[in-house]
């Protein structure tokens, strides 16, 4: 699958854990959710470069 497509859905996770935590004064959940949502973001952008490398190459 494409990693920008799985990217957005960790960081929709991650942000949905990260208000549950928030809500719930669950800090290990909100700290969770955190790290999810800045590690789909990073997936997201690597998915990004990834398509603009073969755009790039491929025109």
Same mark, same amino acid.
């Given at each position: 699958?494409?990693?920008?497509?799985?990217? %957005?859905?960790?960081? %929709? !996770?991650?942000?949905?854990?990260? %208000?549950?935590?928030?809500? !719930?004064?669950?800090?290990?959940?909100?700290?969770?959710?955190?790290?999810?949502?800045?590690?789909?973001?990073?997936?997201?952008?690597?998915?990004?470069?990834?398509? %603009?490398?073969?755009?790039?190459?491929?025109?």
């Amino acid at each position: 699958m494409d990693d920008r497509i799985e990217g %957005a859905g960790k960081q %929709a !996770t991650g942000s949905i854990k990260e %208000a549950i935590g928030k809500i !719930t004064g669950d800090r290990s959940v909100e700290a969770k959710g955190a790290a999810e949502k800045a590690a789909g973001k990073a997936q997201s952008e690597r998915g990004e470069a990834k398509a %603009a490398a073969r755009d790039t190459l491929n025109p």
